[in-house]
């Protein structure tokens, strides 16, 4: 009574002291995961944000796009309806006063269109009127390439030659300073550079000029392209576009040439020039990807949050990029609220925690004393059951049905009763299987010493059968010639012809069976596969017709000679034939045949026979000792072990592939250069 006390005590405090160290663990589990969770929202709060924060400055890029893009069309449709329409192309200046009185009309078109140039050039790209310096004409300057720079420019003369071939062009372009000092622009897009984010050198400028430009070809009424026009706004310091951006969309823009800012919303946060326009301040390298590859790129600073996009040239060169940015205090309101949300809620949870663990410990209490006093009653039957089972009732069964572990172990224990009654049982059973097995195997050896007699025996009587054999075929002979020397007699040739065919015939056979009941030993020479399987199955050949089994030979001519031990290797054969004849009780068809393998440098014996195969059950007993499937007294079961014994000793191997119902090959594998025996030197 007292044992099961202390074993209950144990383990109600067992299971006590388990659930508080698993409520300490879950509440220090659930603490860990709040606070994880509600730093991982607070991430994902950030990162919402911040995503659509640039979805909607990728929506302002692509309006920003779009705004350009109505300039062109603009553009396009002011300065085509003069070009394309044969007003412009039926009257090309050709006296200073009428240059004048078309550079008035197109000065009216740039104020109109808020263009920055309109320039008309003809067939050989020369200029023909510039409308803001209608002195300046005759020239080429459009049809330059100016690659001396220190900056890149635009090509010109591309945009105008295709031009000419009749195509109309909308791009923006870098244009040099030698042709925006023709056009008058030289000072509207000279821009001093600023200290910003990089220091700027000292009195340096931006003397390029960004373009939008639009080039078509100027056609006569008739249609023919008489020249063309080159119109374009220039962008350096043009507030105008940012100006209504920033009116539009709420965010601060900008427009770069290169790494430029040459137009732009934004001011200068730092340095001597902070509170400035930010206009003439150099892009950041470290977010030059725009610029560098040509691609989307994306930046977050401490208080903006940005978005470039490039401006690409009739080549399809990146020039200049477009910039929408956004202040990050809309993310800092944004997450300060949220985080007031996050303190109560952890509070909370606090709370909800310390009143669970009580909770918990209540009822761990509760099923502690439940569970066991069921499990130390369990436990007693086990006992009592081990106690009956030691004085020998094995027939005892328990009866436990707790749908738990221990009616496991109640299994468990009857499992091992009924296998010690049933051991108790087939012990004896077991000893009378042995000792048969015994006496089956000293049966077997009985037998092998009968073959070795018999052997010997067919050794004797062969001896005996040579000499007359001799003095048959050597009469014969004799015969033979007396009769070849009388006339008319072919029918008596023929008959002493067939009397010395058939001796010879059973001389042979009777050598072969000298042959091989010789008593074998373990010497090797060199000898001829072909010729040892020709001699085996000239014994069985007869047999074999006799039984319906038709017998077929394909020997490999290239098979070399090899060393090995020819009454083991005939044995092999002979084994191999023997079971292939048997599993054809209704004739069927034999096949040996031989082949060299010159890439393993092997030689390969096949025996296949159209037999009934081999079960699936008995094909990993093949080569098993005293393993057979013939009935009794027709088979010792150690043919094929025999078989396996020789060919391992030989360094080869045996394999087999078999069809039930349709027959079965056995292939042997031997090295055709078996290694010389070692000479021992006796000193």
Same mark, same amino acid.
């Given at each position: 009574?007292?044992?099961?006390?202390?074993?209950?005590?144990?383990?109600?405090?067992?299971?006590?002291?388990?659930?508080?160290?698993?409520?300490?663990?879950?509440?220090?589990?659930?603490?860990?995961?709040?606070?994880?969770?509600?730093?991982?929202?607070?991430?994902?709060?950030?990162?919402?944000?911040?995503?659509?924060?640039?979805?909607?400055?990728?929506?302002?890029?692509?309006?920003?796009?779009?705004?350009?893009?109505?300039?062109? %069309?603009?553009?396009?449709?002011?300065?085509?309806?003069?070009?394309?329409?044969?007003?412009?192309?039926?009257?090309?200046?050709?006296?200073?006063?009428?240059?004048?009185?078309?550079?008035?009309?197109?000065?009216?078109?740039?104020?109109?269109?808020?263009?920055?140039?309109?320039?008309?050039?003809?067939?050989?790209?020369?200029?023909?009127?510039?409308?803001?310096?209608?002195?300046?004409?005759?020239?080429?300057?459009?049809?330059?390439?100016?690659?001396?720079?220190?900056?890149?420019?635009?090509?010109?003369?591309?945009?105008?030659?295709?031009?000419?071939?009749?195509?109309?062009?909308?791009?923006?372009?870098?244009?040099?300073?030698?042709?925006?000092?023709?056009?008058?622009?030289?000072?509207?897009?000279?821009?001093?550079?600023?200290?910003?984010?990089?220091?700027?050198?000292?009195?340096?400028?931006?003397?390029?000029?960004?373009?939008?430009?639009?080039?078509?070809?100027?056609?006569?009424s008739s249609g023919k392209i008489v020249g063309a026009v080159l119109a374009g706004r220039l962008l350096n310091k043009d507030q105008?576009?940012?100006?209504?951006?920033?009116?539009?969309?709420?965010?601060?823009?900008?427009?770069?040439?290169?790494?430029?800012? @040459?137009?732009?919303?934004?001011?200068?946060?730092?340095?001597?020039?902070?509170? =400035?326009?930010?206009?003439?301040?150099?892009?950041?390298?470290?977010?030059?990807?725009?610029?560098?590859?040509?691609?989307?790129?994306?930046?977050?600073?401490?208080?903006?949050?940005?978005?470039?996009?490039?401006?690409?040239?009739?080549?399809?060169?990146?020039?200049?990029?477009?910039?929408?940015?956004?202040?990050?205090?809309?993310?800092?309101?944004?997450?300060?609220?949220?985080?007031?949300?996050?303190?109560?809620?952890?509070?909370?949870?606090?709370?909800?925690?310390?009143?669970?663990?009580?909770?918990?410990?209540?009822?761990?209490?509760?099923?502690?004393?439940?569970?066991?006093?069921?499990?130390?009653?369990? @436990?007693?039957?086990?006992?009592?059951?081990?106690?009956?089972?030691?004085?020998?009732?094995?027939?005892?069964?328990?009866?436990?049905?707790?749908?738990?572990?221990?009616?496991?172990?109640?299994? =468990?224990?009857?499992?091992?009763?009924?296998?010690?009654?049933?051991?108790?049982?087939?012990?004896?059973?077991?000893?009378?299987?042995?000792?048969?097995?015994?006496? %089956?195997? =000293? %049966?077997?050896?009985?037998?092998?010493?009968?073959?070795?007699?018999?052997?010997?025996?067919?050794?004797?009587?062969?001896?005996?059968?040579?000499?007359?054999?001799?003095?048959?075929?050597?009469?014969?002979?004799?015969?033979?010639?007396?009769?070849? =020397?009388?006339?008319?007699?072919?029918?008596?040739?023929?008959?002493?012809?067939?009397?010395?065919?058939?001796?010879?015939?059973?001389?042979?056979?009777?050598?072969?069976?000298?042959?091989?009941?010789?008593?074998?030993?373990?010497?090797?020479?060199?000898?001829?596969i072909n010729e040892i399987i020709r001699n085996i199955i000239a014994l069985v050949e007869h047999d074999f017709e006799m039984k319906g089994v038709n017998v077929r030979m394909d020997l490999d001519s290239k098979v070399p000679n090899t060393r090995v031990n020819?009454?083991?290797?005939?044995?092999?054969?002979?084994?191999?034939?023997?079971?292939?004849?048997?599993?054809?009780?209704?004739?069927?068809?034999?096949?040996?045949?031989?082949?060299?393998?010159?890439?393993?440098?092997?030689?390969?014996?096949?025996?296949?026979?159209?037999?009934?195969?081999?079960?699936?059950?008995?094909?990993?007993?093949?080569?098993?000792?005293?393993?057979?499937?013939?009935?009794?007294?027709?088979?010792?079961?150690?043919?094929?072990?025999?078989?396996?014994? @020789?060919?391992?000793?030989?360094?080869?191997? @045996?394999?087999?592939?078999?069809?039930?119902?349709?027959?079965?090959?056995?292939?042997?594998?031997?090295?055709?250069?078996?290694?010389?025996?070692?000479?021992?030197?006796?000193?």
């Open positions: 009574m007292m044992f099961r006390l202390s074993l209950r005590k144990k383990l109600v405090y067992t299971f006590l002291g388990g659930s508080l160290l698993t409520v300490l663990l879950f509440s220090i589990v659930i603490k860990g995961i709040m606070n994880d969770y509600i730093q991982r929202l607070a991430e994902v709060r950030l990162q919402f944000v911040s995503e659509q924060g640039q979805r909607e400055i990728r929506t302002n890029v692509a309006i920003f796009k779009d705004a350009f893009q109505n300039i062109f %069309e603009s553009i396009t449709t002011t300065v085509g309806a003069l070009a394309q329409s044969g007003a412009v192309g039926d009257h090309l200046p050709q006296t200073q006063a009428e240059r004048q009185r078309m550079a008035g009309m197109l000065q009216r078109v740039q104020h109109e269109t808020s263009l920055s140039m309109i320039t008309l050039v003809n067939l050989e790209g020369r200029v023909i009127l510039r409308a803001m310096n209608p002195e300046a004409y005759g020239d080429d300057a459009l049809m330059r390439e100016y690659e001396d720079g220190p900056k890149p420019v635009s090509s010109i003369r591309r945009l105008l030659l295709n031009a000419l071939t009749g195509k109309t062009i909308q791009s923006f372009e870098a244009f040099a300073p030698e042709i925006l000092s023709k056009e008058t622009l030289d000072d509207d897009a000279k821009i001093q550079l600023k200290n910003g984010v990089l220091p700027a050198p000292a009195n340096t400028f931006e003397e390029r000029g960004l373009m939008m430009t639009v080039a078509m070809p100027v056609r006569s105008s576009i940012v100006t209504d951006i920033q009116k539009l969309l709420g965010d601060s823009a900008s427009i770069f040439l290169g790494d430029v800012r @040459i137009a732009t919303t934004a001011t200068i946060n730092r340095g001597e020039s902070k509170g =400035q326009s930010a206009t003439g301040t150099l892009l950041d390298p470290e977010r030059d990807r725009v610029l560098s590859r040509g691609e989307l790129s994306q930046f977050r600073s401490d208080r903006q949050l940005g978005l470039y996009e490039p401006l690409r040239n009739y080549e399809n060169q990146v020039v200049g990029a477009i910039w929408i940015g956004r202040s990050l205090s809309f993310i800092a309101s944004i997450d300060k609220a949220q985080s007031e949300i996050e303190k109560t809620a952890e509070s909370r949870t606090n709370i909800y925690i310390v009143v669970a663990a009580l909770i918990s410990m209540l009822v761990a209490i509760g099923i502690a004393s439940f569970f066991s006093k069921r499990v130390t009653f369990r @436990i007693d039957q086990l006992r009592k059951g081990a106690e009956i089972i030691e004085n020998g009732r094995l027939d005892y069964r328990l009866r436990i049905d707790s749908g738990d572990e221990i009616e496991l172990l109640s299994k =468990q224990f009857n499992s091992m009763a009924s296998e010690l009654e049933e051991s108790h049982q087939t012990l004896e059973r077991k000893v009378d299987e042995r000792t048969r097995e015994l006496k %089956e195997s =000293q %049966e077997a050896m009985v037998q092998q010493e009968k073959m070795v007699g018999i052997g010997q025996l067919a050794a004797g009587i062969a001896h005996e059968l040579n000499t007359p054999l001799g003095t048959i075929i050597g009469y014969a002979q004799m015969l033979r010639e007396d009769l070849a =020397q009388q006339p008319a007699t072919p029918a008596n040739l023929a008959d002493v012809e067939e009397i010395i065919g058939q001796a010879g015939r059973c001389r042979d056979l009777v050598k072969n069976l000298l042959n091989f009941s010789r008593r074998s030993s373990t010497q090797m020479t060199d000898a001829g020819e009454n083991e290797i005939a044995q092999v054969v002979m084994n191999l034939a023997n079971n292939a004849g048997d599993s054809m009780p209704e004739g069927g068809e034999l096949r040996v045949s031989t082949r060299y393998d010159e890439r393993s440098d092997r030689i390969c014996i096949e025996v296949h026979d159209t037999g009934c195969g081999i079960k699936e059950s008995d094909r990993t007993r093949v080569f098993e000792p005293f393993f057979t499937t013939k009935e009794v007294g027709k088979g010792t079961g150690l043919g094929l072990s025999i078989c396996y014994k @020789i060919v391992e000793n030989h360094l080869g191997s @045996i394999e087999f592939d078999t069809v039930t119902g349709k027959g079965t090959t056995f292939r042997v594998h031997l090295p055709a250069r078996m290694p010389a025996p070692e000479k021992v030197h006796v000193g």
